[in-house]
């Protein structure tokens, strides 16, 4: 069975920073690529951003491109995702997955295969 973890969401100001964490087990996990969602009120769920396998790669939508940043450690089968320069609009329930069929970073919701509970970040204005 795996297991997907988030945590470090939290109530910023605007222009504050917020580091996620995710952390990924299961027996039957190996090479891996791993995304982050969110979804806020009466909204689809939206890619964010992705990292290959190998963390040579990554991809962001064009609403956080320059302000978000994602990483992993595969020693902690973790990974991060820093938040920078906050916006109201970036509040959601951020949500993490993993693809285990691809090591590329991928966008589409629907290539994920397992998903974490959601971490909550608000940022007021």
């Known amino acids: 069975q795996v297991q997907v973890v988030e945590s470090g969401g939290g109530l910023v100001q605007a222009g504050g920073s917020l580091r996620l964490s995710c952390a990924a087990s299961g027996r039957t996990l190996s090479r891996y690529a791993m995304g982050w969602f969110r979804q806020a009120p009466g909204k689809d769920r939206e890619f964010v951003a992705a990292?290959?396998?190998?963390?040579?790669?990554?991809v962001y939508a064009d609403s956080v491109k320059g302000r978000f940043t994602i990483s992993r450690d595969n020693a902690k089968n973790t990974v991060y995702l820093q938040i920078n320069s906050l916006k109201p609009e970036d509040t959601a329930v951020y949500y993490c997955a993993v693809d285990k069929d691809r090591v590329i970073a991928t966008v589409g919701l629907y290539e994920y295969d397992y998903w974490g509970q959601g971490t909550q970040v608000t940022v007021s204005s």
């Open positions: 990292i290959s396998w190998g963390g040579d790669s990554a």
